[in-house]
C-alpha cells in the first residue's frame, strides 16, 4: 500500500481544513486508517484511526469533537475533517495503514506509512 497525503496548509485558528490520503493497491478496503501528527521537537502522537468499513472510530482527546475521520473505500481515501483549529494542531499530518480491519492507535502497529503534509495553524 502506498500512501499520499495531501490538503495541509495554513489556516487562522477556528478554520478548518480537510487532509486527505489516497492510497494504492487492493488491500485499502481491508485496512485499518489512521491519522497522527508531529510537532517540532515532539514525538509523533495519535490522532484519529477507523477500521476497515468506516463504522468504528477513535479520536485523541485533544481533538475530539473537532476532527472527523472517514473513508471512501471506492476512492482508496481516507479524509481527516479539522474544524476550530487552534495553533496547538500545528504539525506534520500523516497518514498511515494498518493490515487489519479494527481500529489502532499504537503508531507501532502501522505498516505503511504516507510522507505527510503541514498543517499550520495562525493565533
Known amino acids: 500500500v502506498q500512501l499520499q497525503a495531501s490538503g495541509g496548509g495554513l489556516v487562522q485558528a477556528g478554520g478548518s481544513l480537510m487532509p486527505s490520503c489516497a492510497a494504492s493497491?487492493?488491500?485499502?478496503?481491508?485496512?485499518?486508517m489512521g491519522w497522527f501528527r508531529q510537532a517540532p521537537g515532539k514525538e509523533r502522537e495519535f490522532v484519529a484511526t477507523?477500521?476497515?468499513?468506516?463504522?468504528?472510530?477513535l479520536y485523541a482527546g485533544s481533538v475530539k469533537g473537532r476532527f472527523t475521520i472517514s473513508r471512501d473505500n471506492a476512492k482508496n481515501t481516507v479524509y481527516l475533517q479539522m474544524n476550530s483549529l487552534k495553533p496547538e494542531d500545528t504539525a506534520v499530518y500523516y497518514c498511515a495503514a494498518e493490515l487489519g480491519p479494527q481500529v489502532v492507535t499504537d503508531p507501532r502497529k502501522y505498516d505503511y506509512w504516507g510522507q505527510g503534509t503541514q498543517v499550520t495553524v495562525s493565533s
Open positions: 493497491g487492493r488491500t485499502f478496503s481491508t485496512c485499518a
Open positions: 477507523i477500521n476497515w468499513r468506516g463504522d468504528s472510530t
